[in-house]
């Protein structure tokens, strides 16, 4: 389990490049270089980080569902994930 705080870091860089995201375009559509530097380094998209939606685990992430590889497997085992299965044969 990831620290609270972590979790509340990811949120605010989210937040930040939500915020900056017209000006940082603009700026990239002028090619100005120095008003880009000037801006939050977290206001940057780039810095984010996927994190589980559960437990805020940022290896083994799975895009297609939001989690990561320990949670989706001990989900997709109580059947709480619909459509998915264990695989058999």
């Known amino acids: 389990m990831a620290k609270e705080s972590m979790k509340a870091r990811e949120v605010k860089r989210a937040k930040l490049a939500a915020k900056y995201a017209v000006k940082r375009e603009a700026l990239k559509a002028a090619g100005d270089h120095e008003g ?5 380094r977290n206001s940057s998209p780039v810095r984010g980080r996927n994190r589980c939606n559960i437990t805020g685990r940022p290896r083994g992430y799975m895009r297609q569902f939001g989690l990561s590889r320990v949670t989706f497997r001990e989900m997709a085992n109580a059947g709480l994930i619909p459509g998915v299965r264990k695989a058999s044969w």
């Open 36 to 40: 880009l530097q000037k801006l939050p």
